[in-house]
Antibody, heavy 124, light 113 residues
Framework: EVQLVESGGGLVQPGGSLRLSCVTS????????MHWVRQAPGKGLVWVSR????????NYADSVKGRFSISRDNAKNTLFLQMNSLRAEDTAVYYC?????????????????WGQGTLVTVSS | DIVMTQSPDSLAVSLGERATINCKSS????????????LAWYQQKPGQPPNLLIY???TRESGVPDRFSGSGSGTDFTLTISSLQAEDVAVYYC?????????FGQGTKLEIK
């Protein structure tokens, strides 16, 4: 059974930092691209970042570029999101999600498994 | 960046009736090399993460009931629920994965009339 479990959320002051983790199981983590998606309270889904299977390539939303860093530890089946210089507008539930398997060179795929999310609150 | 716009924002449909949600992308998400539309639909129930329903615009994810179907190509897409069930009450999102930043529609809240 595929499982993704996020942790590391909490209350942080503006300008502070947090590191989110997403521990995965039930699939070969090192073969899949992974994403972070966030959802502010009562709002819609917003894509944040993605990383390729070996960690050599990353992409970010403009709103987090230069402040957030995505990484992974394939030996520990874990995805990370380092969040620095946090702002009130970063307050959200952060989901990690797996990108569906790439087939015949098609690397952009839908997000087929999601974790339950971890809440990040940025407030003084 | 590609902007995804859904309509309507909310929808109330009677049990057993058809529900239709529309999604329009600001740019073409059909990749001519493989003739695939990079468009997905997700369902999100309160307090739960999103659940993938449809990918490549019209391919149903494993385990998704066949009352859910997706159609469209290029910039205009539709999610149809052929016979609404009580458990279909949720917010529905379309998403393009043609390029980064991946983007979602604003969501359509589906309720029972």
């Amino acid at each position: 059974e595929v499982q993704l479990v996020e942790s590391g959320g909490g209350l942080v002051q503006p300008g502070g930092s947090l590191r989110l983790s997403c521990v995965t199981s039930g699939f070969t983590f090192s073969s899949y691209w992974m994403h972070w998606v966030r959802q502010a309270p009562g709002k819609g889904l917003v894509w944040v970042s993605r990383i390729n299977s070996d960690g050599s390539s990353t992409n970010y939303a403009d709103s987090v570029k230069g402040r957030f860093s995505i990484s992974r530890d394939n030996a520990k089946n874990t995805l990370f999101l380092q969040m620095n210089s946090l702002r009130a507008e970063d307050t959200a539930v952060y989901y990690c999600a797996r990108a569906a398997a790439a087939v015949r060179g098609v690397i952009n795929t839908a997000l087929d498994y999601w974790g339950q999310g971890t809440l990040v609150t940025v407030s003084s | 960046d590609i902007v995804m716009t859904q309509s309507p924002d909310s929808l109330a449909v009677s049990l057993g009736e058809r529900a239709t949600i529309n999604c329009k992308s600001s740019q073409n998400v059909l990749y001519s090399v493989n003739n695939k539309n990079y468009l997905a639909w997700y369902q999100q129930k309160p307090g739960q993460p999103p659940n993938l329903l449809i990918y490549w615009a019209s391919t149903r994810e494993s385990g998704v009931p066949d009352r859910f179907s997706g159609s469209g190509s290029g910039t205009d897409f539709t999610l149809t629920i052929s016979s609404l069930q009580a458990e279909d009450v949720a917010v529905y999102y379309c998403q393009q994965y043609y390029n980064t930043p991946y983007s979602f529609g604003q969501g359509t809240k589906l309720e029972i009339k």
